[in-house]
């Protein structure tokens, strides 16, 4: 089992930064990779980014490249999502997620999941 707890969301106006964190506890996290992803209302939960166990390997939607780094810190258990020129339609619920091996940009090849932080993007 791996515990996954979200934090770093809120309110933002547009061309703003976030970071998110995404603190994991129970089984070794530099065994998963990570992915982030989010949900806006009315629409499906959509790949963000995601980053390999090692943090060698880092693949991201083409809506947020650019604007986006994901990252790792094994030795913190942390996963992060710095978020920069932020737009309103970045507003949604980010996840962060683990998988031990698979497809990083499919939602249904991850085993474990975070409740979510709301990020909003005024305009």
């Known amino acids: 089992q791996v515990q996954l707890v979200e934090s770093g969301g809120g309110l933002v106006q547009a061309g703003g930064s976030l970071r998110l964190s995404c603190a994991a506890s129970?089984?070794?996290?530099?065994?998963?990779?990570m992915g982030w992803f989010r949900q806006a209302p009315g629409k499906e939960r959509e790949f963000v980014a995601a980053i390999n166990w090692s943090g060698g390997s880092t693949y991201y939607a083409d809506s947020v490249k650019g604007r986006f780094t994901i990252s790792r810190d094994n030795a913190k258990n942390t996963l992060y999502l710095q978020m920069n020129s932020l737009k309103p339609e970045d507003t949604a619920v980010y996840y962060c997620?683990?998988?031990?091996?698979?497809?990083?940009?499919?939602?249904?090849?991850?085993?474990?999941w975070g409740q979510g932080t709301q990020v909003t993007v005024s305009s």
């Open positions: 129970g089984r070794t996290f530099s065994s998963y990779a």
């Open positions: 997620a683990a998988t031990p091996s698979g497809r990083l940009w499919s939602e249904h090849d991850y085993d474990y």
